[in-house]
């Protein structure tokens, strides 16, 4: 299969970009770049449950959103575009109350002015957890002054 990236970034380069943002406090990791999908993990702790012990859904939402907006970013010549999210929808599958969840975005669609981005989050039996789909707008880099 022939990679969509137009960037084709390290894991260590993906992790160094999440320092000082949401990605660095709730410890959401890259671990794999494929050919057409990334793949990340996120702890399931006090930073991402919700108060009855069980992962919030705004955090596989977190999750789901950084893979997908990473990966459109990566799909488009920096110079000229930018992506930026439009809609993102989840559907929880099943409860995590520990351990790690990994995502895994994958495209559904990389058009000129739009991105549609599947997201599959799993628990550490590879159960899905979450499925989200999320829409991104791709739009004119701005002008350089």
């Known amino acids: 299969m022939e990679p969509i ?3 084709t970034p390290s894991v260590e380069a993906l992790n160094a970009g999440s320092k000082g943002n949401m990605l660095e406090h709730l410890d959401i990791k890259m671990i794999e770049v494929g050919p057409d999908y990334l793949k990340a993990t996120m702890p399931v702790d ?17 999750l789901a959103e950084s ?6 970013t990566l799909t488009v ?26 995502g895994v975005a994958k495209p559904l669609h990389l058009g000129r002015s ?11 039996r590879e159960k ?18």
Do not use: F
């Open 67 to 72: 893979l997908g907006s990473i990966s459109s």
């Open 114 to 124: 739009t991105q549609v981005w599947e997201i599959k989050i799993y628990d550490d």
């Open 5 to 7: 990236w137009k960037i």
């Open 128 to 145: 899905l957890v979450c499925v989200s789909r999320l829409t991104m707008a791709v739009i004119d880099a701005p002008a350089k002054t």
């Open 46 to 62: 006090h930073r991402t449950k919700q108060p009855m012990g069980l992962l919030h859904g705004g955090a596989s939402v977190v």
């Open 77 to 102: 010549d920096l110079a000229k575009k930018r992506c930026v999210g439009l809609e993102i929808n989840a559907n929880h599958i099943r409860s995590v109350t520990g351990g790690l969840v990994t």
